[in-house]
């Protein structure tokens, strides 16, 4: 029913594409597996084109001063300036990415929770940080789909980044088409996603494509992506998602019987108390909407914002301070 763009998605090169790991092995990562069709990956590995060997013996991360260093204890070679010129320059040259799913406590691709050390000789970590690659993803790319594959084993946090991801790889398709019937419909068609993302900001959203003003299309495409990219800094918020199913309940409220009513109501109670999937509620919506035809609901890509073999609500518990 619904057309769905194919991300462009940089990849830590040892998550299912190569052996490249410092003791030379190759993980298979489910959620990269189940992405593979959907979705264009760039693999990468920094730290083996910068010159280090497979199998290869381990960096770390050091704190120096107010800095920190990459370096290779085993070795005592430094090779935080490598890193630095091959980040900057990788990054530099992508074109048109969408996302990125990194190595998660890798020193080079690791987002979050890297051990930093005291010193290059054994001892315990002084603190965590981000990996030297991924601190320069980080500074270039945050407004994009950012993840570790080891927090995606997380349902809510796997929702938003797959979300994002299709939703910002679609915009970009929109974006290049630089008609602004179609920026109407992909508004249009993101209406209750955008509202359960941020309500102020779809309303701003709405202005922009009202083009009042009358601005050149380009001027409001640039000024909608970078609303976008606001919009999605946080992941959607349980209440935010009961007030759009209470909002699009409304469409049907001459059609349903009293039962039916209370038994949608029912079932976002026990959504907010945590005891259902929002898909548990969002399909009898969806339900009424086949049942009455109500096209504009239809539409709407809240229902499914990725491609549906990608939705899995299994569930870690992993990375629950997100």
Same mark, same amino acid.
């Given at each position: 029913m619904?057309?769905?763009a194919?991300?462009?998605?940089?990849?830590s090169?040892?998550l299912g594409? /190569?052996?490249c790991r410092?003791?030379?092995?190759?993980?298979n990562?489910?959620v990269?597996h189940?992405?593979?069709p959907?979705?264009?990956f760039?693999p990468?590995c920094?730290e083996?084109?910068?010159?280090?060997?497979?199998?290869?013996?381990?960096?770390?991360?050091? +704190?120096d001063?107010d800095?920190?260093?990459?370096?290779q204890?085993?070795?005592?070679m430094?090779?935080?300036?490598r890193?630095k010129?091959f980040?900057?320059?990788?990054l530099t040259?992508?074109s048109n990415v969408?996302?990125?799913?990194?190595?998660s406590? /890798?020193?080079?691709?690791?987002?979050?929770?890297?051990?930093?050390y005291r010193?290059?000789q054994?001892?315990?970590?002084s603190g965590?940080?981000?990996?030297?690659?991924a601190?320069?993803?980080l500074?270039?790319?945050?407004?994009?789909a950012?993840e570790?594959? %080891?927090r995606?084993?997380?349902?809510?946090?796997?929702?938003?980044? !797959?979300?994002?991801?299709?939703?910002?790889?679609?915009?970009?398709?929109?974006?290049?088409?630089? /008609?602004?019937?179609r !920026?109407? #419909?992909?508004?249009?068609?993101?209406?209750?996603l955008f509202?359960?993302?941020?309500?102020q900001?779809l309303?701003?959203? %709405?202005n922009?494509?009202?083009?009042?003003?009358?601005l050149?299309i380009e001027e409001?495409?640039?000024?909608?992506? +970078?609303?976008?990219?606001?919009?999605f800094a946080?992941?959607?918020r349980?209440?935010s998602? &009961?007030?759009v199913?209470?909002?699009?309940?409304?469409y049907?409220?001459?059609e349903?019987s %009293?039962?039916?009513?209370?038994?949608v109501?029912e079932?976002?109670?026990?959504y907010?108390? #945590?005891?259902?999937p929002? /898909?548990s509620v969002?399909?009898?919506?969806r339900s009424?909407? &086949?049942?009455?035809q109500?096209?504009?609901l239809?539409?709407q890509?809240y229902?499914?914002?990725?491609p #549906?073999?990608l939705?899995?609500?299994?569930d870690?518990?992993?990375?629950r301070d997100?």
């Amino acid at each position: 029913m619904w057309h769905y763009a194919k991300p462009a998605v940089v990849v830590s090169e040892c998550l299912g594409f /190569s052996p490249c790991r410092y003791n030379g092995d190759q993980l298979n990562d489910e959620v990269v597996h189940k992405l593979a069709p959907f979705v264009q990956f760039i693999p990468v590995c920094p730290e083996v084109r910068i010159g280090l060997g497979t199998p290869r013996e381990t960096i770390r991360l050091v +704190q120096d001063g107010d800095r920190v260093r990459l370096v290779q204890p085993s070795t005592g070679m430094d090779i935080t300036e490598r890193m630095k010129e091959f980040s900057v320059s990788f990054l530099t040259q992508l074109s048109n990415v969408d996302g990125f799913i990194l190595k998660s406590r /890798s020193p080079s691709c690791g987002i979050k929770d890297v051990k930093i050390y005291r010193s290059e000789q054994k001892g315990p970590a002084s603190g965590k940080g981000s990996g030297m690659f991924a601190k320069h993803v980080l500074q270039m790319f945050a407004h994009k789909a950012v993840e570790e594959e %080891g927090r995606l084993t997380n349902f809510v946090i796997r929702e938003h980044f !797959l979300t994002k991801l299709f939703t910002l790889a679609l915009f970009r398709e929109v974006k290049e088409s630089k /008609s602004h019937h179609r !920026l109407v #419909e992909f508004h249009a068609e993101h209406k209750y996603l955008f509202m359960a993302y941020h309500q102020q900001k779809l309303k701003q959203l %709405g202005n922009i494509v009202a083009n009042r003003d009358r601005l050149p299309i380009e001027e409001v495409f640039l000024h909608y992506e +970078q609303t976008l990219y606001e919009l999605f800094a946080r992941r959607s918020r349980r209440n935010s998602n &009961i007030n759009v199913c209470e909002h699009m309940i409304g469409y049907f409220k001459h059609e349903l019987s %009293g039962d039916e009513k209370r038994y949608v109501h029912e079932l976002l109670e026990k959504y907010r108390a #945590e005891k259902l999937p929002l /898909s548990s509620v969002a399909t009898v919506i969806r339900s009424w909407a &086949i049942r009455y035809q109500n096209k504009y609901l239809l539409k709407q890509r809240y229902f499914q914002p990725y491609p #549906e073999p990608l939705l899995d609500v299994t569930d870690s518990g992993k990375g629950r301070d997100y």
